[in-house]
């Protein structure tokens, strides 16, 4: 070998190094950007074992393929009171932020992401929903202020807008009026959703909802007038409940809190928190 081949050949050698070692720079920043911010997934829930029991399990397995080690939080409501999602959230952010966790994604327990282009990291800058209308399995959902089922907030922005309203008692509008917080404090601009996944709403979720399972989708006439008024008044700082248990539980060998906890109904408005016959 030739004296101006051994140049040749080690110039080429220091070069790769040192791609090499710039392509590791560039893995050891994600990560390190990544580990300084802990996700906790809050989870409002009732009467949904079957479906947490096969949905934690597999939502436990995506994260862990992205490298995002999560709390979970499950804020069970406990009382006799109507469903109560947004309550919930507010509740299972005021836990996020006591464990240390700097975001958190509003996870309904029926659904499970499938595409693994599906992002649950920080959402840096940005506020991240990530089961986009056109992907969801149902296709009602698809329309264009629908923030609901997986939505990836920072807690900072969550606090921001005073949470969620705890005036929606049964099952949805709380996502609407969310949306309307968000838009009111120049904040809507900031959603993202995803793009170009190669899936549809076949194949991007998995939905865990058995047909059997009664929603309360019951308009009395109070919900009619939240429907089409925005709630400026409740939300975390008006937040009102008493915390029955906090349990450790195991579910397939992952960690969960359980939050049990029954909710206040303001006597004023006594009927909207019961059951509509």
Known sequence: MTILAIVLFTLLVITVLGL???ELNNIADFVQQ????RLCVTIPYRDRWKELQEMLPLLHKFLSSQGIKAMYIIVNQSDIFRFNRASLVNIGALEAERVGCDYMAIHDVDIVPL???LSYHYPEGHIMHTAAGKYHPI???????FIGSVLIITLADFKKVNGMSNDFWGWGLEDDDFYLRLKEAGMADRIR?????GSNRTNTFLHLHERGRRRDYSLDEYRKKRKRKRDKSSGLLNLNYTLKACRTLKIRDIGVSMLDVNLFCDPTFASHC????
């Open 274 to 277: 019961y059951a509509v016959p």
């Open 34 to 37: 990544h580990q300084k911010h």
């Open 20 to 22: 090499m070692l710039s």
């Open 139 to 145: 296709k009602r959902y698809d329309y264009k202020n």
């Open 193 to 197: 959703r995803p793009s170009n996944l």
């Open 115 to 117: 595409n693994v282009n």
